[in-house]
Every structure is written in structure tokens, then in C-alpha cells.
Nanobody, 127 residues
Framework: QVQVVESGGGLVQAGGSLNLSCTVS?????????MGWFRQIPGRERRGVSC????????IYADSVKGRFRISRDMIKNTLYLQMSSLHTEDTGMYYC???????????????????WGQGTQVTVSS
């Protein structure tokens, strides 16, 4: 059984920083598996924020976070990270970690492309 657990969310003022972590455990190793971060706000669909290919090199960022967010991973610890800086109020939302890509080509758009999800961690950016 695969478990995906996020941590690191919280309340921060605009312009501040937060670091999210996502650890995968269970029967499937996270090493060399494509993973990503998605954000969801009430009444809206889950949207990709940043994803990292299983090769640990290729990354995708949503236009709104380019230059402010950085995705990284530790293959040994089965952990994915999202460093968020210069946060905007529009970055507010529930952040979900996605694990095990099942789509055709590498992208960071659709939640249907991933098999496993964490419970989410709330990020709130105040003005």
C-alpha cells in the first residue's frame, strides 16, 4: 500500500516563503518516478503547480510560479520538495502531492495523470 504524506503548509504573509515536503512510503519506491505538486481552491479543479520527471532533471512549472518556486527531490529519502518564495495571495490553496505518473507524455496539467495523492497541506498567504 502506497502512502503519500505532505507537510510544511501554513500561514504566511505575502512576500514570505514556505517549504513543502512530500514523502512516499509503502510497496512502491518513489525513486525514478514522476511526481508533482498541484493546488486546489474551493470550487475549482486541481491544477498543476510544478512537476518533476522521474529522471530527476526535467521539471515543469506553472507560469504563475516560475522564478519563485523550486521543485526538488531526494531519491534516497523518497521525498519531493517545493520551495516557495515571494508568495502571493493568489498562491493560497490546498497543495497536494501527486505520485506515480500514468499519463502518456510528461506534463503537469491534469490530476488524472497521477495514480496516488496525499491528503494535502493548506497554504494561506495573507496580504
Amino acid at each position: 500500500q502506497v502512502q503519500v504524506v505532505e507537510s510544511g503548509g501554513g500561514l504566511v504573509q505575502a512576500g514570505g516563503s514556505l517549504n513543502l515536503s512530500c514523502t512516499v512510503s509503502g510497496s512502491t519506491s518513489a525513486a525514478h518516478k514522476t511526481m508533482g505538486w498541484f493546488r486546489q481552491i474551493p470550487g475549482r479543479e486541481r491544477r498543476g503547480v510544478s512537476c518533476m520527471h522521474g529522471d530527476g532533471v526535467r521539471t515543469i512549472y506553472a507560469d504563475s510560479v516560475k522564478g519563485r518556486f523550486r521543485i526538488s527531490r531526494d531519491m534516497i529519502k523518497n521525498t519531493l520538495y517545493l520551495q516557495m518564495s515571494s508568495l502571493h495571495t493568489e498562491d493560497t490553496g490546498m497543495y497536494y502531492c501527486a505520485f506515480l505518473y500514468i499519463g502518456n507524455r510528461f506534463r503537469c496539467e491534469s490530476s488524472s495523470d497521477y495514480k496516488y495523492w496525499g491528503q494535502g497541506t493548506q497554504v494561506t498567504v495573507s496580504s
